[in-house]
């Protein structure tokens, strides 16, 4: 085949970029990198305030880019410890790690450019506080009270859910979270706002991307689908987390591969070594400062209602419906484990 002069040109153009990019070498400032700019988003029709619609946009943009990252360099033996820092000795194995990918991929799309799965798309993002939650689906609900105005002992208030509403994979979006700051503020001035520590003030309680990552850990066709069990919260915040994936009883240990905030720790570990260039001492125990912004630690899912037909490759004549499991349109979806 003889190649035109343009599709040399192409070739060539393609190849110098490569070998500007070195894997390894790659900076985040850069404007062009294929992996930062082709997403896809959660719906965002209900958000009528531009500058909330903003805000959230630019929070999914990041979690997506804090996850490609994580997934892009796992693999790496820098990061052997790293896996068994937050997800326990239990989950090493290449099940376990498979697993963990798989969660992460569900939420990047196919490749680690960047680019958000179709699941994303199918997530609404609702603009009312919708979910009223009973005694039996969080242990503050009293089934009159909206999710965000519950408060816990100590007087914490949620900061999102995940939660289905009519009829599909939907989240709601807390007051708060939008005081909260975007991935080019905490990374500013070499990583300013990060620090020097792994810490959930800084981090968790002040990124809206982690805070986006943490409730798409709660849709079943990213989390469950992935790790083929419910993703839950047994435990909140950098210090905790950590505390279950050594806890002395290997039953707890174990949940830390279906806990939805030890996945954001372990995708913000990996990325903020790679965005900042440096290494960050363990986190502490936070929940007894003075400025603590710790959110409440109740659960901000109820996987038993989110998933009515538990999964089940749901077609109708028309097709897949639109939350259904992934592979329901040859009839091979892998069972669950829970
Ligand atoms: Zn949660």
């Not at 240990?253 to 440096?278: G, H, M, P």
Request: proline share 3%.
């Amino acid at each position: 085949m003889v190649q035109s002069s343009k599709q040399v040109l192409a070739i060539a153009a393609v190849l110098a970029v490569v070998q500007a990019h070195p894997q390894g070498s790659f900076q985040f400032g850069s404007i062009n990198s294929a992996w930062a700019v082709k997403r896809t988003l959660y719906n965002l029709d209900d958000i009528s305030d531009q500058d909330r619609k903003d805000k959230l946009t630019q929070g999914h943009k990041d979690a997506v880019t804090i996850a490609a990252k994580a997934l892009e360099k796992m693999d790496d033996d820098k990061y052997k410890p790293t896996l068994e820092y937050w997800f326990g000795k239990e989950h090493t194995d290449d099940d376990s790690v498979k697993k963990i990918k798989g969660v992460f991929k569900n939420f990047v799309g196919d490749n680690t450019d960047g680019t958000g799965s179709e699941t994303n798309g199918k997530t609404t993002i609702y603009n009312d506080d919708y979910w009223v939650p009973t005694d039996k689906e969080i242990k503050e609900g009293d089934g009159k009270t909206p999710f965000c105005s519950l408060k816990n002992k100590d007087g914490k208030t949620g900061a999102a859910y995940f939660k289905r509403f009519k009829d599909g994979a939907a989240i709601h979006f807390c007051d708060k979270v939008f005081d909260r700051a975007n991935l080019d503020t905490l990374k500013a001035d070499n990583c300013a706002k990060i620090g020097d520590q792994v810490s959930t003030k800084k981090w968790t309680k002040n990124f809206i991307g982690a805070n986006v990552l943490h409730e798409f850990m709660h849709n079943p066709r990213i989390g469950r689908d992935g790790v083929l069990k419910n993703i839950r919260d047994f435990a909140y915040d950098a210090y905790q987390c950590h505390q279950l994936a050594i806890d002395s009883d290997v039953e707890k240990r174990k949940t830390t591969i279906i806990n939805a905030d030890t996945y954001v720790w372990y995708a913000l570990d990996i990325a903020f070594q790679e965005i900042c260039s440096k290494q960050f001492s363990e986190p502490r125990d936070e929940r007894g400062d003075d400025d603590s912004a710790s959110d409440s630690d109740s659960p901000d899912s109820s996987p038993e209602t989110d998933d009515p037909t538990n999964g089940a490759c749901d077609c109708t004549e028309s097709g897949c419906t639109l939350d259904s499991r992934a592979c329901c349109a040859n009839n091979s979806c892998k069972p669950f484990e829970d």
